[in-house]
Every structure is written in C-alpha cells, then in structure tokens.
C-alpha cells in the first residue's frame, strides 16, 4: 500500500474509545413512535432514484449463489453469496450506496475477485427498497443487523467483517456500535451525519433539515454516525474517501476515522465513489490489510 494511507489520530482512540466517563456509548434508539416517522420524513425528503432490474452477477464472478436474507415481518432482502476460492479464512458483509444499482454495484472494481482470491466469502445484500425489497419502517441499520445474522449463521465460526460504501457504511455503523462479533470494516465515502451532506449538497432543502434536527432531536442524533464511531467494538477498522468529495469531506474522513481510532486514506484527484476508480490497488489493499490485522 502507497504512503497515502496514514493514521487518522492515534490520541482520538485513547481520548474517546478508551474513558467511558468521556463517552457512555453509542446513542439509543429513537422512540418507537418516533423513528418511523422520522424516517419516512429523512427519506421522503431525499434524492429520487429510478427503479431499474438488477442484472445478474457477470460469467467472471462466478460460481455464486442467490440467497434470501430474513427480516422480522418485513419480507427478505435479496442477497448474493461468493465463496472464497479453497480454505476460508473469514466472510466479508459488502454494503452499497444509495444508486439505483443496489448490490450489483460490486459486480464492478474487483473488491469481489480480490476477497475471494485472498480467502474470504462475501455476502452483497440489497438494503430495503432496492432489488424489489420492501422499505421496513424505520431506519436501514435494521436491514444491516438482518444481514449480519444471516452472514453469521452462513460463515460459521470464521471471522466475520464489512465493507461498506457511502450509505451502505454509514447505516452499518449504526449496528456495529452495538452488535459484537464483528472482527474488521473498511468505509468508503462515508458521511459523518446524512442531513449534514444534504446540507451541503443539497442547500434548497436547508429549511427542512433545521426542522427535523430540531423536531426529530433523539432521531437526528441517533443517526451522528461520529457518536457511533466512538462506540464500535471492531479490532481494525479503515476509512476512504476522495480528496475532491464535496459531500464527505477529507476531514470529515478524518473525523470518523479518528473517533474509530482506524487509518485514512485520503485519495487525490477523486470525487464520491470514485477512490476505488482512482486507486484501486491502494483502496483494496487497505481493506485485505484491515481484515488481516483484525484476525491477528
């Protein structure tokens, strides 16, 4: 891996992760009451995507499986199981962005192909609402625990890490904060609180965003991904983002990567998404390095 990577700040993980009276935990759910409606506001307020028919996973990724991953009452997410090549050492969670494209987003940039040749399965799951799942009420970090029960039960006892990309990661930290067992996880491009990207990308709806900060306060805190970062119990965890994203910003990288106590690597030259494009060598050796130091 090139110099870019470095550590996001070795104090933040002693300062924060390691005094309890400095941070309690992770922050509680919203109310029952609240958080449907809190969510059906967040998302009715958000970007539009069009509704297209996933494609199947390409000749070259095979062989993999098609799976149904069980929600309580809220119908199954679709899911696709690639086993590791030989003996597993461990089976990977991969998390997509909120595009159109749901899981098939990783039929691309060979994250799928490198796991697999260094030894891991991976599960790519469609969170709800895409590939023909059902939005459950509530946030999606529901859908993230539902995917890492079935991604337990699949792997057995080997070690078990994410890999998530924009929304895909920062829903998963919302689990990860307070679900155990969970070894390793690479972030790419994950923003340290959603309504604060919307603020920025999206400043027309700034008026809106005000309202919920302050009408939804236990849901908008429930959603400071930085609260949750403090609180995750991983071994390694490592943090990506393109020096040109408007939306995550490199110090908003930092930000997070600091609160988990994990390493940054801030890639020049690259916008949203577009790391894994611009580097993808230096990208997929933090998350194959990550996973091993987890394991150690």
């Not at 809106?208 to 403090?230: G, V």
Request: net charge positive.
């Amino acid at each position: 891996m090139q110099e870019a990577s470095s550590r996001c700040s070795s104090e933040v993980e002693d300062g924060v992760r390691g005094t309890r009276s400095v941070f309690p935990g992770p922050p509680p759910r919203p109310p029952a009451w609240q958080e449907p409606l809190a969510a059906r506001l967040f998302f009715g307020a958000g970007p539009r995507l069009a509704r297209v028919v996933e494609p199947d996973p390409p000749e070259t990724l095979r062989p993999w499986e098609t799976v149904a991953v069980e929600r309580n009452g809220a119908g199954p997410l679709g899911g696709t199981w690639y086993p590791a090549e030989g003996e597993a050492r461990g089976a990977v969670l991969l998390l997509h962005p909120w595009i159109e494209w749901g899981q098939s987003y990783f039929h691309r940039r060979g994250r799928i192909e490198a796991l697999r040749a260094a030894g891991y399965h991976s599960l790519a799951v469609d969170l709800g609402r895409f590939g023909g799942a059902r939005r459950q009420p509530g946030f999606p970090d529901r859908d993230v625990e539902a995917a890492l029960a079935f991604l337990r039960q699949r792997a057995g006892d080997l070690p078990l890490h994410v890999w998530g990309v924009s929304a895909g990661g920062y829903w998963a930290h919302l689990v990860l904060s307070r679900v155990p067992g969970i070894s390793g996880a690479i972030f790419e491009d994950v923003s340290p609180h959603l309504l604060e990207w919307t603020w920025r990308m999206a400043p027309w709806g700034r008026p809106f965003y005000l309202f919920f900060r302050h009408a939804f306060a236990a849901s908008y805190r429930y959603m400071d991904a930085r609260l949750h970062a403090a609180a995750l119990s991983l071994t390694a965890v490592s943090y990506v983002s393109g020096k040109r994203d408007r939306g995550v910003r490199p110090e908003d990288t930092r930000a997070l990567g600091g609160a988990a106590g994990g390493r940054c690597l801030i890639v020049p030259g690259a916008d949203h998404l577009a790391a894994i494009k611009v580097a993808n060598r230096d990208v997929i050796d933090l998350a194959l390095d990550t996973f091993e130091r987890a394991e150690r």
